[in-house]
């Protein structure tokens, strides 16, 4: 054979083999999405002030806060070679936030910046000027802005929400992934901290230390014993690095296991399409102490995502079942982050030495006694429990002798012991009325008479409508009602939810800006998360001046958005959130203060702006409302709420000397306020 022959022989085999060899599948094709960023966004070392998973009112947190020196200014890059498929611009959430398509399928979220650079700068800026509008949401496209891997694209900031740093997230499709175990590397030394353990008894015949009310305790290296019976769940405080008292991030793994079962709580993922909702569940937001800790329980045949347990689906996952006679059983709680660093602290529980019976534990007993009074305020909590059961518990110690505190179910008293002010009631399904009483010697409640609560039943078939009557109205108005639909799946599990029409006592104070136009009633407890949202239906009551509708929360009297029915007859509306419901009259516009010159228009980019303070204690200011008119042309501006400041900041600052300036503030209730003044630019 000739050496030519023989080389097309073996170019002949080669062929043959590399044809007989299995193709690559689809996934080996791809590229792995945890494979390590090209860039940081931010220069490093990475400093992580917010975690992963932790929560926020609504949602949970879906990716990391880097700092950066409580500065801005910082140039951002792209980690990965791409292209901008998004930019968003609002004085709310992310704030200024652009969204980088990686070419392996990655969508990288940077938010709170303070400038975009150009060509995206300009693009948007011509976007506002256009339109009028500082709100934009906007979608180029692929070919517009491509980015390289570590281009700078921006600069930091703190737009939107909080002090000055970058919010980062790593996505595919509709979920949002850990970062550090998504391709973004930081370094991490520290273990987390396990700061506190909470042990809530489910029902009236469960005690921690004896009593019915929710026992927490810190957790210190040495095992602490703690005496408990029934069936109980746990509440763990823990974070990620050091607790200082003011951070919420919380470790990737948060754990418990006892003999050989085990529940957990592990942030690998989020779906932003499904899972947000989760976070009031998740986390002991009001529900139990109100501390931000992992509620490790779930119900039978449901699990949040984050959730993790050894307990079949079909069965509750996380209860802590403590028999008479069981012997001492030891708690082991783990908390460990993603780069591998743990904490384990231990706790040992067991039974009483004697098995005190429920009600003499409890000091109560059904029937028999004062009914009391009803109270429902700040002195008293009432919280709902799975299984169609009440808590009820003074916030405050009563004064004197026995507090009376209980709750009076069709007409039964069942009233708490003095020593823990708190007691359990499993509401029966034929319950018509419930209601909190209350009745403290020296007490300012002692004498307050409360609202009568109709129990509402989870998991109703299709929609549940009820309707609850306005009272202290004129009789033109009382054929009028307010409906809500309770959707079938709207409450996580079997908690109890009950409306109320509250008395004239018992009302929330509206601020002096705000008049009450009708009370419509309460859907309570406030503390009950929800997986779908209340709709609302609310009639529109012959009122001359700017009404709405609003829910007394924390922090007082919040606008409801509502929309209009065509029958313009009233609004209809959704929320997320339980509580008192009114509608409001908004009797003020907004009031300004003086234009005011800020910044410097050096660097590489102007953060010269003109800035404009506002007093809103009404239903607050409608970004899309407010405008400037600069020099006849009018201008696109920011809402920042935090700052409670209408601010212009052009890419190109104005021409040294002197403008007109004509300011437009609205509220949500429709209010207007306008300034005309001048300004100078230096």
Known sequence: MTRSSARVSCAVFLVMA???????????????????????????????????????IGHFHAGFDLGTGKSVGKPVRAPLSGHVERVRASGVGYGRSLYVRSRDGRLLQLGHLDAFAEPVASWVDSVQRATGQYEQDLWP??????????????????????????????????????????????RDTRAPSLTGLTLEPLDDTSRVRGRVAPFTMKLAAAPETVLALGRLRAVVGARDGVWSGVDRMVPWLTRLEWGGDWVEARFDSISWATDMSEGDYCYDAGRVTGDRGLVLWAPAGWRPRVLHASAPRDREAGTLVVRANDPPRTLRLIAQDAAGNARVRSVVIRPPVTNVPAAAAAGAGRGGGPAGRTCECDCLEVTSLPGRKLRIAARRPAKGADPRVGLLVDGIPHLADSASRTVIVTVPEVAREIAALAAFPGDSCG?????????????????????????????????????????????????????????????????????LVQHLGGILPRSVPLRRPIVLHVPRLPYAGHTGLFRHGPDGWDWVRTTERIDGLGWDAETSRTGWFAILADTLPPRLGVATPRGSSTGPYSRWS????????????????????????????????????????????????????????????????????????K
């Not at 999405?33 to 220069?43: G, T």
């Not at 070392?45 to 998973?53: E, I, R």
Request: proline residues 11%; charged residues 25%; hydrophobic residues 35%.
């Open 610 to 681: 003109l800035e404009t303070s506002v007093s809103e204690n009404g239903s607050g200011v409608d970004p899309r409302g407010c405008n400037y008119t600069v020099d006849g042309e009018r201008v696109a501006v920011e809402w920042d709420p935090e700052a409670s400041v209408l601010r212009w900041r052009p890419l190109v600052p104005p021409d040294p000397g002197t403008h007109d300036i004509t300011i437009l503030a609205a509220d949500r209730a429709g209010n207007q306020r306008v300034l005309t003044a001048v300004f100078r630019k």
């Open 447 to 515: 004498n307050v008479r409360g609202p009568s609560y109709e129990p509402i039943a989870p998991g109703a078939a299709g929609l549940g409508r009820r309707s609850l009557a306005p009272f202290d109205v004129s009789n033109e108005l009382r054929a009028r009602r307010w409906t809500w639909e309770l959707p079938a799946d709207a409450v996580f599990d079997d908690e109890l939810l009950f409306a109320s029409e509250p008395r004239e006592e018992l009302r929330p104070p509206v601020s002096s800006e705000l008049i």
């Open 18 to 56: 590399l044809a007989a060899w299995p193709a690559p599948s689809p996934a080996e094709r791809a590229p792995r999405f945890d494979q390590p960023l090209a860039y940081a966004p931010l220069d490093t070392p990475l400093v992580v002030t917010g975690g992963f998973g932790e929560y926020r």
């Open 141 to 186: 496209e692929a070919s517009r802005f491509p980015v390289r891997a570590g281009q700078r694209i921006a600069w930091t900031g703190q737009s939107g929400a909080g002090g000055p740093h970058l919010h980062f997230e790593i996505r595919r499709g509709d979920m949002a992934y850990h970062p550090s175990r998504a391709g973004l590397t930081v």
